[in-house]
T-cell receptor
Framework: LAKTTQPISMDSYEGQEVNITCSHNNIATNDYITWYQQFPSQGPRFIIQGYKTKVTNEVASLFIPADRKSSTLSLPRVSLSDTAVYYCLVGDHPGGNEKLTFGTGTRLTIIP | KAGVTQTPRYLIKTRGQQVTLSCSPISGHRSVSWYQQTPGQGLQFLFEYFSETQRNKGNFPGRFSGRQFSNSRSEMNVSTLELGDSALYLC?????????????FGQGTRLTVV
């Protein structure tokens, strides 16, 4: 199973760019890298997904180096509402079926 | 379109009882997964159903079971409840249930066992 490692927590000021890095040394060839955001007492919400290089959408960018052993979620100009836990997941395909494996996540706190 | 709906939102049960939680996936989604979230263990995978068949199962005791109906709605049952079963139970649906597709989570059912 591909395991991920992320910082436990991070603080940032409003308006700053935040980069959260995730390590996944044992990523398999078919695995995708996905990031979710979770607010207290709510289900996780999909942010972005990528396989290699760079992916950008309206809320974030995802940078993946050529070896794919790590990835960086970039949140531009954060606001207080970005305070949440962010999970990095790597696709797990035992027998071809799905089983999302969540790590401990990174608790991001945005400071006014 | 409507999101993933979980019922009930909150539940209080006593030890030894059983409980059934319900999840209605997004229309057209055939994969439904269940997760347990606790402060100590984080988000843990319970099982996944696709077209009424359990395709994958996490490391939980047999007291935790589930099923999926032909309309893709899913139920999760926990028998002989223990205090440690108190948790937020989350359901997620996706079109194919593979990592290359986005999973949509419900708001969860908060189960408290007393």
């Amino acid at each position: 199973l591909a395991k991920t490692t992320q910082p436990i927590s991070m603080d940032s000021y409003e308006g700053q760019e935040v980069n959260i890095t995730c390590s996944h040394n044992n990523i398999a060839t078919n695995d995708y890298i996905t990031w979710y955001q979770q607010f207290p007492s709510q289900g996780p919400r999909f942010i972005i997904q990528g396989y290699k290089t760079k992916v950008t959408n309206e809320v974030a960018s995802l940078f993946i180096p050529a070896d794919r052993k790590s990835s960086t979620l970039s949140l531009p100009r954060v606001s207080l509402s970005d305070t949440a836990v962010y999970y990095c997941l790597v696709g797990d395909h035992p027998g071809g079926n799905e089983k999302l494996t969540f790590g401990t996540g990174t608790r991001l706190t945005i400071i006014p | 379109k409507a999101g993933v709906t979980q019922t009930p939102r909150y539940l209080i049960k006593t030890r030894g009882q059983q409980v059934t939680l319900s999840c209605s996936p997004i229309s057209g989604h055939r994969s439904v997964s269940w997760y347990q979230q606790t402060p100590g263990q984080g988000l843990q995978f319970l099982f996944e159903y696709f077209s009424e068949t359990q395709r994958n199962k996490g490391n939980f005791p047999g007291r935790f079971s589930g099923r999926q109906f032909s309309n893709s709605r899913s139920e999760m049952n926990v028998s002989t409840l223990e205090l440690g079963d108190s948790a937020l139970y989350l359901c997620a649906s996706s079109t194919q249930g593979r990592s290359s597709t986005e999973a949509f989570f419900g708001q969860g059912t908060r189960l408290t066992v007393v």
